[in-house]
């Protein structure tokens, strides 16, 4: 008799035709089940080489047979495991039966679910949507460090007319933060001057060349900004707004959160619709009765 463990095929494949397997496309498409397609054998259950594309994608033909024995090695292992275990344990005594329909009941329920979250649920949050859950949610962001709002830019090293440059960022002209766009768009390595971003202490001192003592000595809202001269060209920064630990986080320092939280809300709110919907049908359709009132 032979081992299973150690024939796991009826013939013996040439690597190059159990190759030619893998890779043909007609095999996929629609399951033509061969000889040569069946790799392992454990009672009336087979493991078919179409199966396992995925596994050898990539691999040379020495390490893709080498995977390929190694899985079918373990599937028929565990296929004669489950044998012996059938063969030896009362499963109505151990409600396997019972654990298996359990799962299978919640494997369907959460396809279906899926499916529905997929076709029906919306994950566009509108901007006054956002502001107005931020308001009731906020208490429950309160900020474990200090976070600053900072505007900036870093300038490339070839980067041009620097005078002209810092007289732009400190006059008074309604047209300076399009010019600034510009320019920054242009001979800027990173920047952000249209919207400040929020940075926590920590983050902000191991970002930008700044140390604590400036973040006390720069004025919240105060125009100009300071010019920190570095190796890799010249950084330009100023603190828009800043929030102590301990405080509310700022709607844009936590927005992924909020609009996280406003997405299972409508999830479990559509979920709970269609479900709803599904009972009423039936109730209509009397395609159920209770007994129990």
């Not at 292992?77 to 499963?91: C, F, G, H």
């Not at 505007?151 to 007319?161: N, Q, R, T, V």
Request: charge should be neutral.
């Amino acid at each position: 008799m032979n081992n299973p463990l150690t024939h796991p095929v009826r013939h013996q494949l040439p690597i190059y035709l159990l190759l030619l397997l893998l890779a043909s496309c007609s095999l996929f498409k629609k399951k033509q089940v061969t000889d040569a397609d069946v790799i392992a054998r454990v009672g009336e259950e087979e493991l078919y080489a179409s199966d396992l594309q995925n596994l050898t994608k990539g691999l040379h033909d020495k390490d893709s047979l080498a995977v390929l024995r190694s899985y079918a090695e373990n599937w028929v292992r565990k296929k004669l495991l489950l044998q012996k275990a059938a063969e030896n344990i009362d499963e109505e005594d151990l409600g396997v039966s019972k654990l298996v329909e359990d799962y299978r009941e919640k494997l369907m329920l959460y396809e279906y679910e899926k499916a529905i979250i997929n076709q029906k649920l919306d994950t566009v949050v509108k901007p006054d949507e956002l502001a107005a859950w931020y308001d009731k949610m906020k208490d429950n962001f309160p900020l474990e460090q200090d976070v600053y709002q900072l505007y900036f830019f870093k300038l490339k090293p070839e980067a041009p007319d620097l005078p002209n440059l810092r007289k732009m960022i400190t006059i008074e002209d309604p047209d300076a933060e399009a010019k600034l766009l510009g320019y920054c768009r242009e001979f800027a390595s990173s920047f952000s001057v249209e919207k400040g971003m929020w940075y926590t202490k920590e983050n902000t001192l191991k970002n930008f060349p700044v140390r604590e003592v400036d973040l006390v000595s720069m004025q919240v809202g105060k125009k100009a900004y300071r010019e920190y001269k570095t190796d890799d060209g010249n950084w330009f920064i100023k603190v828009s707004n800043t929030v102590s630990k301990g405080n509310p986080s700022p709607l844009d320092f936590v927005s992924p959160l909020v609009v996280k939280a406003i997405i299972e809300k409508r999830r479990l709110d559509l979920v709970d619709r269609v479900y709803n919907k599904v009972y009423q049908d039936g109730l209509k359709s009397k395609s159920f009765e209770l007994f129990v009132k």
